[in-house]
């Protein structure tokens, strides 16, 4: 039967104000850093960041469940690895988290790790200057600096690549929308199809009230004399900045054939 877990003596440093803790494994004496205080340091959500750590092939596999002995009695946490932290912190995007926050969360990725690896780190490893020195690293602590370099710059460079094609985005649909309302405030471009209805509906009401009158077929002689009034060969092509014109003539048309004896087929009375 398995006893009970054993309760870690968390220790605690201070960074710029905050309180750091980080607890060593024992009989392995690994260090490990719980990841709760950070996030609450840092004003991020705990659930996330222990979603995205459990979601993560590499992270997942140094996190462990330890109870913790703190200021604020024993607790069971989700610890980090510490030589994990730089990874999970090169992760979280400063551009996703609260203006108030994103310089300290700025100064953590810089300078955080360093101060941890030189307070909790297992006696006989190189301090963190040591580990800056080239000389001093070893080829596997090359290749992770290698490969978190490249990965800052990917992220960086597919931060700004988003960018560029949200604004790329922006401005098509800026463009698109200035295109189609320049076209339809150009001098001379003709109305919209709505409008043509309209226009034929005008048209049909006054030939209709000819034809009461002079008993013939007046269609053709009332688009003829729109045609002719307004210099065009289709009622479709009346140009847009006249079509309240061409309304009015027509309703004065319609008015006149209202009020007095008989108009001549084709519209020869005057509107």
């Known amino acids: 039967m398995t006893g009970p877990a054993a309760v870690l ?56 469940m330890r109870m913790v002995q703190s200021s604020g009695g024993i607790q069971e946490t989700l610890c980090l690895r510490l030589d994990l932290i730089p990874f999970w912190l090169a992760g979280v995007n400063a551009n996703r988290v609260r203006d108030t926050v ?20 297992p006696g006989g490893q190189p301090s963190s200057a040591a580990l800056a020195s080239p000389t001093g690293l070893s080829p596997a602590a090359q290749a992770y600096e290698v490969a978190m370099a490249v990965a800052a710059l990917a992220r960086q460079q597919m931060q ?27 001098p001379g471009h003709a109305i919209s199809a709505a409008q043509a209805t309209e226009l034929s509906q005008a048209i049909k009401t006054v030939a209709q009230a000819l034809a009461e009158r002079t008993g013939r077929n007046e269609y053709g002689g009332v688009y003829g004399q729109l045609y002719r009034e307004f210099g065009i060969t289709s009622y479709r092509e009346l140009p847009l900045e006249r079509f309240r014109d061409a309304m009015e003539w027509l309703r004065n048309w319609y008015r006149s054939t209202r009020r007095g004896p008989g108009t001549e087929q084709g519209g020869e009375a005057t509107p």
């Open 9 to 64: 003596e968390a220790q605690e440093i201070e960074f710029y104000g905050d309180a750091i803790f980080a607890v060593q494994d024992e009989p392995t004496g690994r260090v490990f850093v719980p990841i709760g205080p950070l996030c609450d340091n840092l004003g991020i959500a705990r659930w996330r960041q222990s979603q995205r750590i459990q979601e993560h092939q590499v992270l997942r596999k140094g996190a462990v």
């Open 102 to 121: 994103r310089d300290k969360l700025i100064l953590y990725q810089s300078e955080v790790a360093a101060v941890l690896w030189d307070t909790f780190r």
């Open 160 to 186: 700004m690549e988003s960018q560029l094609v949200d604004l790329a985005t922006t401005l098509t649909e800026h463009t698109n929308r200035l295109g189609a309302l320049e076209l339809t405030l150009a």
